[in-house]
T-cell receptor, first 110, second 114 residues
Framework: GEDVEQSLFLSVREGDSSVINCTYT??????LYWYKQEPGAGLQLLTY?????DMKQDQRLTVLLNKKDKHLSLRIADTQTGDSAIYFC??????????FGKGTMLLVSP | GAGVSQSPSNKVTEKGKDVELRCDPI?????LYWYRQRLGQGLEFLIY????????KSGLPSDRFSAERTGESVSTLTIQRTQQEDSAVYLC????????????FGPGTRLTVL
C-alpha cells in the first residue's frame, strides 16, 4: 500500500501489556521508528529499529520487525496510565524525511 | 533552550490572510523539517532543509506555501491566502542531518483558519 497503516485506537487496563501494530510501505526502508505524542506536546522518539534487526528491547518496550510482511509492532509491558498517548509508526525511506502513520491512540484505564 | 521551539503556539486567522510560523531548531542541528498534522491524520511532510543545500520542497501542497531558513538557524513557514483546509498543527523538527538520525520535534503551532 501507499500509506503507513496503524489501527486507530487501543484500550488496555493498567498493568496489562499493550501491542500496537503498524504496516509500512517500503521494504527498503532502513530505519523504522515509534514516536509518542502526549496531549498538547510535540512528538517524542520512543525507540527505533534498524532494518537488519528482528527485535529490539528497551526496558518496557519491545519492537518486533517482520521485513517480509513489512510489519512492525511495539509492545509496552506493564502499561501505566502515563503511557496514554498517541503512538506513531514512521519509516525512513532513505531521503532523510519520515513517512508517518496516522497514529494509534492508547488509552490506559486504572 | 534545549529543545526545538515554535511560535506562536496557537494562531487563529481569517480565510484569505497570510500567516507566518516560526521554528527555532536545536543549536548545531543542520537539518530542519516542517510537517503538518491535520485532525485525525498522520503527519505530512512539507519541506526539508539540510545545511546549504537546496531545500526539498516536494511536500508543499500548493504554491501558497513557502519556507525559508536563515543559515542553520531559524526557519519560517509562510502560508499565503489561507484556506480553511490549512487548519492543522504545524510541526517543526531538527536533526544533526544524517539519515537515520533522531528528529527532535517542537510542540507545534495550531493554526485555525475561520
Amino acid at each position: 500500500g501507499e500509506d503507513v497503516e496503524q489501527s486507530l485506537f487501543l484500550s488496555v487496563r493498567e498493568g496489562d501489556s499493550s501491542v500496537i501494530n503498524c504496516t509500512y510501505t517500503d521494504s527498503s526502508s532502513t530505519y523504522l521508528y515509534w514516536y509518542k505524542q502526549e496531549p498538547g506536546a510535540g512528538l517524542q522518539l520512543l525507540t527505533y529499529i534498524f532494518s537488519n534487526m528482528d527485535m529490539k528491547q528497551d526496558q518496557r518496550l519491545t519492537v518486533l520487525l517482520n521485513k517480509k510482511d513489512k510489519h512492525l509492532s511495539l509492545r509496552i509491558a506493564d502499561t501505566q496510565t502515563g503511557d496514554s498517548a498517541i503512538y506513531f509508526c514512521a519509516e525512513d525511506k532513505g531521503y532523510s524525511t519520515l513517512t508517518f502513520g496516522k497514529g494509534t491512540m492508547l488509552l490506559v484505564s486504572p | 533552550g534545549a529543545g526545538v521551539s515554535q511560535s506562536p503556539s496557537n494562531k487563529v486567522t481569517e480565510k484569505g490572510k497570510d500567516v507566518e510560523l516560526r521554528c527555532d531548531p536545536i543549536s548545531g542541528h543542520t537539518a530542519l523539517y516542517w510537517y503538518r498534522q491535520r485532525l485525525g491524520q498522520g503527519l505530512e511532510f512539507l519541506i526539508y532543509f539540510q545545511g546549504n543545500s537546496a531545500p526539498d520542497k516536494s511536500g508543499l501542497p500548493s504554491d501558497r506555501f513557502s519556507a525559508e531558513r536563515t543559515g542553520e538557524s531559524v526557519s519560517t513557514l509562510t502560508i499565503q491566502r489561507t484556506q480553511q483546509e490549512d487548519s492543522a498543527v504545524y510541526l517543526c523538527a531538527s536533526s544533526v542531518g544524517l539519515a537515520g538520525n533522531e528528529q527532535f520535534f517542537g510542540p507545534g503551532t495550531r493554526l485555525t483558519v475561520l
